[in-house]
């Protein structure tokens, strides 16, 4: 197998690399807004409404980012 030159790599191979990179932070992203969830599950009925709110705010904010990631992407 002989390396790869720079002409060799193409502007679809630059785009797939950068899809599948924007879908693994996409996926660790909502991995990591599950963990937060599940872990706060538990607390909720004892927390302050400003923790309760405070988690809630995260948890949306990871999701939207999250689904950014990949909106409007061909």
Known sequence: MSAL????????MIQAMD???RQGLQKDL???AAN?????EGRYDSA???WRS???W???RIENTAAQLTEGRP
Do not use: M, S
């Open 5 to 12: 030159r720079p002409g060799d790599i193409t502007d679809e």
């Open 19 to 21: 899809e599948a990179k």
């Open 30 to 32: 909502r991995t990591l």
């Open 36 to 40: 937060i969830r599940d872990d706060a």
């Open 48 to 50: 302050e409404p400003k």
């Open 54 to 56: 405070g988690v809630e």
């Open 58 to 60: 995260t948890l949306l």
